[in-house]
């Protein structure tokens, strides 16, 4: 299956960071078709002008949550219906910086919400990216595949199989610090006995150019989620061409 390689953006990102993307889309250009797919998540107030920009490009774009309803008085709020309208083509949803208990950045989100975000994004026509993760105190517990099987019982759609996990320790994002290799294969393993053989499931939390590739190679790791070293375009090519090389 084609690796997905998504990078998430997070807070950062102007008009002008559209240089990193024509960097990355130039040295995309020669790459083989067999190469992964490509998606970007910038702010919300990027998508619909990157999307035009960059149509000629293998590069998609996506949202990095939504609301669940499609439209309504949510003062503040983007519907996935919008993210459509503005080019996207997937949505991150249940990200650990949104999700209730992983401190003081959660917006208090639940499983339920999570599904019901989900829900919202195939309704659009567009590909949700669930996330799931322990935190660090659930995986010294010995507890991390119950908590993401938990996660997964509660916020994977009910309606449709057309969606995307994103395994993500909370204690790996942002850190340098990346569980061990049999540790991801663990959890891979265990996601894809929950799911569809086709889906695909990344890996996320400190993904960089030095340990993409290992990670990478491991059987049920379908590509990356990656936040930081997305933002540079040579250090996300890098994770794309280690992407590229999965099949
Ligand atoms: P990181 O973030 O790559 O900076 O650890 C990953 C994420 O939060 O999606």
Redesign the pocket.
């Known amino acids: 299956m084609r690796a997905l390689i998504a990078g998430?953006w997070?807070m950062h990102g102007l008009a002008a960071s559209a240089s990193e993307i024509a960097t990355l889309a130039a040295k995309m250009k020669d790459a083989a078709p067999t190469d992964a797919d490509v998606l970007i998540c910038p702010p919300a107030t990027r998508v619909a002008a990157f999307t035009a920009k960059f149509s000629g490009s293998a590069i998609q774009f996506g949202g990095q949550d939504c609301h669940a309803d499609p439209s309504g008085a949510h003062t503040g709020d983007i519907s996935a219906e919008m993210f459509a309208d503005a080019g996207a083509a997937f949505v991150i949803v249940g990200?650990?910086?949104r999700r209730a208990n992983f401190g003081e950045g959660g917006h208090n989100e639940g499983d339920a919400d999570v599904r019901r975000k989900a829900e919202a994004v195939l309704r659009a026509g567009l590909t949700p990216i669930i996330?799931v993760g322990e935190s660090e105190a659930q995986r010294k517990a010995g507890a991390a595949l119950e908590v993401v099987g938990a996660q997964l019982a509660g916020s994977l759609p009910e309606t449709s199989d057309d969606f995307v996990i994103?395994y993500?320790p909370v204690w790996?994002?942002?850190?340098g610090l990346t569980p061990t290799l049999a540790d991801i294969a663990e959890m891979h393993a265990f996601i894809r006995s929950k799911t569809r053989i086709d889906v695909r499931i990344l890996y996320?939390?400190?993904?960089?150019p030095g340990n993409a590739q290992e990670i990478l190679a491991i059987d049920d790791v379908n590509g990356a989620?990656?936040?930081?070293?997305?933002l540079k375009a040579d250090d996300f090519y890098q994770i794309v061409m280690a992407g590229g090389g999965k099949q």
Not at 172 to 175: F, R
Not at 204 to 208: D, E
Not at 225 to 230: F, I, K, N, R
């Open positions: 998430n997070k990200h650990s910086e996330c994103a993500e790996a994002i942002g850190t996320g939390g400190s993904v960089k989620l990656v936040g930081g070293a997305s």
